[in-house]
């Protein structure tokens, strides 16, 4: 048995670029970066860069990233004790902070902390290397409010209502043509 369809052969092929504008309508930010820079400059023998994801910064939980160069020799450390501390007031020295460690990204430090609410976020990166050597950098920054699951999760949410929309909208075109089976014929040799 072997089917044959007849007509239609671009029909598809509008279809696969409609469910394309769609899933493109439809995307989200890209959640694969490292986040936006917060902070940058020079403290003692270190280049620090300091990156805070999601961005832009929320309430809530949220990724720090801290690279470090040495500025003698442009190259990245990754033998150092990296301390962050965050908070809604400025942040002392002593702040003991979050200890950062080697992330997967190379080079860069990794640590999750949580912004408390929305409004000014004040933050110091202290760096301590193994010869003794120190440095840290103060910075400010602003955190929008948390968004709500709805918010968050809304391309996820409408998703399977889209489909069916899409589904729905196919089989009035195809009704519409009078053309049920949708051109499938039946053709061979069935034993005779």
């Known amino acids: 048995m072997r089917r044959v369809l007849r007509g239609g052969r671009g029909r598809g092929l509008g279809f696969s670029f409609l469910a394309f504008g769609l899933a493109l309508g439809v995307a989200g930010p890209a959640r694969a970066d490292l986040g936006g820079l917060v902070a940058q ?11 805070a994801a999601p961005w832009p910064l929320r309430a809530g ?7 470090v160069k040495d500025t003698r020799t442009g190259q990245v450390r990754r033998d150092l004790v990296i301390h962050l501390a965050l908070g809604s007031e400025p942040v ?3 702040a003991p902070g979050g200890l950062a460690r080697l992330g997967t990204h190379p080079g860069y430090y990794s640590v999750s902390a949580r912004v408390d609410k929305a409004g000014p976020v ?9 010869e003794g050597a120190t440095g840290s950098r103060v910075f400010t920054g602003r955190a929008e409010p948390a968004r709500g699951a709805w918010g968050e999760n809304w391309a996820a949410l409408l998703f399977p209502f889209g489909l069916l929309a899409i589904f729905a909208w196919h089989q009035v ?3 519409s043509r009078g053309n049920p089976v949708h051109g499938v014929g039946i053709e061979g040799d069935f034993g005779r």
């Open 92 to 94: 002392g020295a002593d």
């Open 41 to 51: 400059g020079t403290s003692g023998p270190f280049e620090l860069t300091v990156l």
């Open 61 to 67: 939980p949220s990724e720090w990233r801290v690279l």
């Open 122 to 130: 004040w933050g110091r990166v202290r760096v301590e290397g193994p």
């Open 173 to 175: 075109r195809r009704l």
